[in-house]
């Protein structure tokens, strides 16, 4: 791998000063230089959200493959995205159709390129944590979703891809100029003269970031000004991010990015998330006219507002210990209905059968805990009071 930290010339630090054509002309012909570099079986795996940043990504990749002649698009490219299975309907329907047209320019181009969407495994749902575990509802604190079903199910993949090739290339649409906090991480992981660094939690993975110093504006401004390579314009993300009033809530695939995860004031992210005190992109996008996804803003407050209710909750731990505990079974069957309400109310699936039947398996096993606790509790009282 030491090959691809060895660069020939370092253009990054010259581009800002560039117009943005010539600007993007460079950016491109160097992932065609890398795309042709010698650890060439490398496969590329791009980190696809959807969003404005990783959409310009990909077009920019496609863009350089196909100025290429047919024999030398040899390295396999992936274009992952995740669905946590909670995602915002309308987010998640752009985000599978761009994927779509990807997967279809793709073809009829001859490009070396797949789609994959991974999601969380039944047991780490978002449904089956809270209905079924009675994990309480996520926050700033107890903000366990990110993990289970973001970073674990991309890493699970990257590192399948990893284990078939030895090493693979993951390309990030980060940007220096998203934010301060992104700037700080990016200046963390930036090894003076080096395109790639390590990535920190995934052995084998590499990670190269191809838009580094784009601009917000300048992002926008390609896409406006350029037709999407496989096909069509990019008309619908920017629809849809002026619908959904859309920050970007952005791939998560590793623990120092988790904070981010469902902060700021409007992003793309979980229809389910309480980690934000207001679901702005929601609101923006009924404002927008989806008027039919306002029960699933009312089901999210709901959840917000009983989180730490003591009516909702055990008085003990998991572990025993006194103290605000999940919620309680009673309280996870009325989460659940209200859930099967608003499906019906919306009209298209929000929980699978699947979750449904290993949820009630362990309400089973945990009311049968919960008996047991009490039996013992009862001798432990009855033998202290002889
Ligand atoms: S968007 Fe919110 S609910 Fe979804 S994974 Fe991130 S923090 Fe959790």
Known sequence: MNDLTMISEDLLPILPALDLSTKYRLAVAEIKEEYTSEAQSLPWIIGFSGGKDSTLMAHMVFEAILDLPKSERRREIIVLSNDTLVESPVLMHHLKLSLEKIREGAES?????????????????????????????????????????????????????????GEVILLLGVRSSESVTRAQTIAKHTVEGEKYHRHTELNGCWVYRPILNFTT??????????????????????????NANAGECPLVLDHSQAPSCGTGSARFGCW???VVTKDRSMEGLIDAGSENLEPLLDFRDWLVSIRNHRDYRETERRNGTPGAGPFSIEARKRIMERLLRTQEEVGFSLISDQEVELIKKIWESDTLMQADRFVERYYQQLSESN
């Open 109 to 165: 181009l001859g490009l070396p390129v797949k789609t994959v969407i991974t999601t969380p495994p039944v047991e780490q749902t978002f449904w089956v944590n809270l209905i079924g575990r009675g994990y309480p509802s996520p926050n700033k604190q107890f903000r366990w979703c990110t993990d289970r079903m973001k970073i674990q199910p991309m890493s699970a993949y990257v590192l399948s891809e990893v284990s078939k090739s």
């Open 217 to 242: 504006d300048e992002v926008w401004q390609v896409l406006l000004q350029r037709q999407a390579p496989w096909g069509g314009s990019h008309r619908d993300l920017i629809t849809v991010y002026r």
């Open 272 to 274: 389910t998330c309480t």
